[in-house]
């Protein structure tokens, strides 16, 4: 893996997409998935909510980030970085995303440095009830979102964009409940840590 520095449910899967990549056999009756293999079959599944695909795919290939619509397949959840940064208590890249690989339980989840700011890919019925402030669901009136390729997984000088927590597979989202848990236990930390610092400044 590169060395990374600072950083500066109810939708089922799609059984007829066919992957890039098949699975590889380790040993009788066990096929194992290859990285490749999981990045194509998340990319051709997010391509889904391109409005164009081809223009999509085409994106993804000169930019490194695309357009896709939030109401069709997947909405998102917009998540200041402080937030995420407060929970896992460090701006290492390595440890920020293997501690939101656990706590998000493999939820996808990419951040972009021009909003600073992580988006969480969660189902469609998210939202129907989520109301956490300080964050920001995308979702309904044909909201887009630039959506880096699931190659990108470290910053690339093509886009400000890159996969924190890729994608494990087609439709292989965010549970809700668990994002709505981390960023409450987030928000009670920078509380926390806001008091200790105004006691200090008293």
Same mark, same amino acid.
């Given at each position: 893996m590169p060395d990374r520095t600072q950083l500066d449910s109810d939708v089922r899967p799609v059984d007829s997409i066919a992957l890039t990549y098949g699975p590889v056999k380790t040993e009788p009756g066990v096929l194992v998935h290859s990285r490749r293999s999981r990045e194509a079959g998340a990319e051709t599944w997010l391509i889904l909510a391109a409005p164009d695909t081809t223009e999509a795919r085409r994106e993804w290939a000169e #930019?490194?980030?695309?357009l896709l619509r939030c109401? &069709?397949?997947?909405?998102?959840v917009r998540i200041p970085a402080d937030i995420f940064l407060a929970a896992a208590g460090t701006t290492n890249r390595d440890e920020v995303a293997d #501690? &939101?690989?656990d706590a998000l339980d493999g939820g996808?989840?990419?951040f972009d440095g021009n909003s600073r700011s992580f988006y969480v890919l969660t189902p469609l019925s998210t939202g129907r009830w989520w109301d956490v402030p300080d964050t920001e669901l995308l979702s309904g009136g044909g909201r887009f979102l630039g959506v880096p390729a699931t190659t990108i997984t470290e910053p690339d000088p093509r886009c400000a964009a890159y996969w924190v927590v890729p994608m494990g597979g087609p439709a292989a989202l965010c549970d809700p409940g668990i994002l709505r848990w981390l960023v409450q236990r987030s928000r009670i930390r920078l509380?926390?840590?806001a008091r200790l610092e105004a006691g200090e400044d008293a």
């Open positions: #930019y490194g980030v695309a109401d &069709l397949t997947f909405t998102a #501690y &939101l690989s996808p989840c990419f509380s926390e840590a």
